[in-house]
């Protein structure tokens, strides 16, 4: 059985909000069978999901904004505050959206910005989604994503053209690995599998 060469580790990232901004880490604590902390803790709901916050179930991404399909989020800037459970959103460097996400008036200020700016994109009423330890991550088990940027680079060669790595929203990206390394693991699938 060939051995998997060792690798660098060039970036850790969580996503608090699912379809938001990617926030660096410099360290993270894993459990197994666990996601990074905090990664894809809350979605914006896009219309009635019938997501039960007390009893939380994986549902399709199609169900909440994200990059996918709405691609003016990428031109947002969100930062979440452990301590205080606050989401910001910047548009441009100016301050566009503020509150406490453990507060009804914090999600009803959140849900207010995306209502206004993403109207025709929104099926129903934006709802802050939350589920306690749920992650709202595009597959049903917790994963941990990784990318392999020697894959990055070999879909580089393949489309001719210069492919970032964080468009793929991984937890962890590595260089050292030849393409196509982590694609057969069965304890963690490839990035592919992941968005948000």
């Given at each position: 059985?060939?051995?998997?060469?060792?690798?660098?580790?060039?970036?850790?990232?969580?996503?608090?909000?699912?379809?938001?901004?990617p926030?660096?880490?410099?360290?993270?604590?894993?459990?197994?069978?666990?996601?990074?902390?905090?990664?894809?803790?809350?979605?914006?709901?896009?219309?009635?999901?019938?997501?039960?916050?007390?009893?939380p179930?994986?549902?399709?991404?199609?169900?909440?904004?994200?990059?996918?399909?709405?691609?003016?989020?990428?031109?947002l800037?969100?930062?979440?505050?452990?301590?205080?459970?606050?989401?910001?959103?910047?548009?441009?460097?100016?301050?566009v959206?503020?509150?406490?996400?453990?507060?009804?008036?914090?999600?009803?200020?959140?849900?207010g910005?995306?209502?206004?700016?993403?109207?025709?994109?929104?099926?129903?009423?934006?709802?802050?989604?939350?589920?306690?330890?749920?992650?709202?991550?595009?597959?049903?088990?917790?994963?941990?994503?990784?990318?392999?940027?020697?894959?990055?680079?070999?879909?580089?060669?393949?489309?001719?053209?210069?492919?970032?790595?964080?468009?793929?929203?991984?937890?962890?990206?590595v260089?050292?690995?030849?393409a196509?390394?982590?694609?057969?693991?069965?304890?963690?699938?490839?990035?592919?599998?992941?968005?948000?």
């Open positions: 059985m060939l051995s998997t060469p060792p690798a660098e580790i060039t970036g850790l990232y969580r996503y608090p909000v699912k379809g938001l901004t926030e660096p880490l410099q360290q993270v604590a894993l459990k197994v069978g666990q996601t990074f902390p905090a990664d894809r803790r809350y979605a914006v709901e896009n219309g009635p999901s019938g997501f039960d916050p007390t009893g179930a994986w549902l399709p991404k199609t169900y909440y904004l994200m990059l996918m399909r709405h691609e003016r989020l990428a031109g800037r969100a930062h979440f505050e452990d301590e205080t459970h606050v989401l910001t959103i910047r548009r441009s460097a100016e301050l959206a503020e509150g406490d996400l453990q507060t009804a008036d914090g999600r009803s200020a959140i849900e910005f995306f209502a206004r700016n993403f109207a025709d994109e929104l099926k129903g009423p934006p709802k802050i989604l939350s589920g306690g330890g749920h992650s709202f991550s595009d597959v049903a088990r917790k994963v941990v994503s990784i990318i392999n940027l020697g894959s990055v680079r070999a879909i580089e060669d393949m489309v001719g053209a210069t492919v970032h790595p964080l468009r793929f929203r991984a937890n962890l990206y260089r050292g690995w030849p196509g390394t982590n694609s057969n693991w069965s304890a963690g699938r490839s990035r592919s599998e992941k968005r948000g």
